[in-house]
């Protein structure tokens, strides 16, 4: 009689440990009308090399999780929860601790770059000075990183560009400026936060595209914040829905544009211009508001502007749940339905 042997197994390969995990993260400011809860228990990471885009109407509380993960919210903020980059817990950790973290770890591009940038200073001597900051390097060494940032960007003539002031630059050359700022120490995060927001379609392409490159040649991880679903589907590998501060839809991002579950979700695909409309009609948009997050109702947040609201969604709120491998939801009746042509 012969011995049975067991078959070798096929090794599975290992997912990556992720550079940033956030998890059950809340957000609130004290104000003297309440408590604003602007966060409410995301949780979501992101793997070297990976983009990921959170994406959501103004005040569904993207921006305010990507300030608490570069330690940016004002004081008055009360964060709790877990914020771990490399596996190391990042909230509790003193200014300066969060000094060397902001640029070396962590960095960020911001919608608008006439506010980033200080009018008064060449814009070279920005970004030499935040290499200073982070880098021990003298003044000739930054200069020289400094052009060489401006030369990864693709700003034209970096060695004349490095004595102008922003004001003589064009929007998309102040972007690439901030970008090169964000880049000035390697951060192996970068997040864009609505940073191709205030250009022009042609620009706002080029400036994801740089991204995208500067991302493949360095392996950094790229958190995409965004109302732009056109953008996401374009450029990220994962999209996260958020709406009354909370998470109610994470997917693939093929999955999610060819199915679409939560209403809300629907609803932003819906309001996107598309070419076939008729000249001067209205453009789609979200109906109603969204709610009060210092008075929160019961149920659902997004009941009172759901087309398919039923009683159950008014009197209980539905937790997000991983319903299908790698696809989330917040949903007591998400839709079932053939893959659409959206996206």
């Not at 211009?273 to 969204?290: A, F, K, N, T």
């Not at 709120?317 to 949903?331: D, I, K, M, S, T």
Request: with cysteine; charged share 20%.
């Amino acid at each position: 009689m012969t011995a049975m042997v067991d078959a070798p197994q096929p090794e599975v390969p290992l997912r990556p440990s992720p550079l940033l995990e956030v998890s059950d993260l809340h957000v609130t400011f004290p104000t003297q009308g309440g408590h604003v809860y602007a966060v409410q228990g995301s949780s979501f990471s992101v793997e070297g090399g990976q983009t990921l885009a959170i994406i959501g109407e103004s005040g569904s509380g993207k921006t305010v999780s990507a300030q608490a993960v570069m330690g940016i919210l004002p004081r008055s903020a009360r964060v709790s929860g877990s914020i771990k980059f490399k596996g190391d817990e990042v909230l509790g950790r003193s200014e300066h601790e969060l000094r060397d973290y902001r640029g070396r770890c962590v960095a960020m591009v911001f919608q608008n770059p006439e506010r980033s940038l200080n009018p008064t200073m060449r814009v070279g001597a920005q970004i030499a000075e935040a290499v200073r900051v982070h880098l021990p390097v003298d003044k000739n060494e930054a200069h020289s990183r400094a052009v060489e940032l401006m030369r990864m960007v693709r700003l034209p003539a970096p060695e004349r560009r490095f004595f102008e002031y922003p004001h003589q630059l064009s929007g998309g050359m102040r972007q690439r400026v901030v970008i090169a700022i964000a880049l000035a120490c390697s951060p192996s995060v970068l997040i864009a936060d609505e940073a191709t927001t205030a250009l022009d379609v042609t620009t706002q392409a080029q400036i994801m595209d740089l991204l995208m490159d500067i991302q493949q040649q360095t392996g950094t991880a790229l958190l995409m914040i965004s109302h732009d679903l056109g953008l996401a589907a374009s450029y990220a590998e994962e999209v996260i829905v958020m709406y009354a501060g909370k998470i109610v839809e994470q997917a693939p991002t093929r999955d999610l544009f060819e199915s679409v579950r939560m209403p809300y979700t629907q609803a932003l695909l819906d309001a996107i211009p598309r070419i076939e409309l008729e000249p001067h009609v209205l453009l789609p948009v979200v109906g109603g508001r969204p709610p009060d997050l210092s008075s929160i109702p019961a149920g659902c947040p997004f009941a009172p502007r759901c087309p398919a609201v039923q009683q159950d969604c008014r009197e209980q709120a539905p937790p997000l749940q991983q319903h299908e491998p790698g696809r989330w939801w917040a949903c007591w009746h998400p839709y079932k339905k053939e893959p659409s042509s959206h996206g």
